[in-house]
């Protein structure tokens, strides 16, 4: 039984941009145990977004192997892909992503709505889903009326909805001040710590990356360093 929850066997991303080939990933072979917290970090065109787009099921790489929870994605159809990623993995950017004009618990809600599930477990788990990252009382708040922290902790609230095995952070605290920054980091270590959830976060900031349990360092495309 593998025990961890990605497998990354010589991984190549090649882009064709007109007549220009961009080798975005040049053979990247790693692995995440069942609850591990990792930060990818590198300068931009490091390649570390693209790495962490096929780790989340949005792009599949050109040649290399990428196992998610022992399942070879190359194998999966379109469908199949969705249907694994809103199993198995939350997401949290850095933007927050939520709608405007909303309340936390409605934007918390949005990924329930379109699995049809029935209105009152829906709102229930949103409410226990908003009470995990400390937002119990501001339910009712509209995105407008929420700090740029609150509006990160309900992203993380829908990204837990479904109750992931895996939470894909990219840039989670790029639009944060530093002290709302350790607040969001404090919540992604008690869900790592407490519960057990797997997390890859993306970053460029050195502090933010030493809050992991470990940091994968790229440069052109590979992995030049782990610490």
């Not at 995440?32 to 490091?46: L, Q, R, T």
């Not at 939470?167 to 980091?185: F, K, Q, V």
């Not at 407490?194 to 993306?202: K, T, Y």
Request: hydrophobic share 40%.
């Amino acid at each position: 039984m593998d025990n961890n929850i990605i497998r990354l066997e010589n991984l190549t991303k090649t882009y064709h941009v007109g007549e220009t080939e961009v080798r975005a990933l040049r053979g990247v072979s790693n692995v995440v145990p069942k609850g591990d917290f990792v930060a990818i970090m590198g300068a931009s065109g490091s390649g570390k977004s693209t790495m962490m787009n096929i780790i989340g099921c949005l792009d599949k790489p050109t040649t290399g192997q990428y196992l998610l929870d022992g399942v070879d994605i190359a194998g999966l159809n379109r469908n199949e892909l969705a249907e694994i990623r809103n199993r198995k993995i939350g997401f949290v950017f850095q933007s927050f992503n939520l709608l405007a004009r909303t309340t936390a618990l409605e934007n918390v809600e949005l990924p329930l709505v379109y699995a049809n599930v029935p209105y009152k477990e829906m709102t229930s788990r949103a409410m226990a889903s908003l009470a995990k990252v400390g937002l119990k009382g501001r339910e009712t708040h509209k995105t407008n009326q929420l700090s740029g922290g609150e509006q990160q902790r309900v992203a993380i609230a829908r990204a837990l909805l479904n109750n992931p095995q895996l939470i894909l952070a990219d840039e989670p605290t790029g639009n944060l001040d530093s002290r709302t920054s350790d607040e969001i980091m404090n919540i992604f270590e008690t869900l790592n710590h407490e519960q057990g959830i797997s997390i890859v976060m993306v970053t460029h900031e050195p502090d933010i990356g030493s809050r992991a349990k470990r940091r994968i360092h790229m440069k052109d495309g590979l992995i030049v360093r782990e610490d």
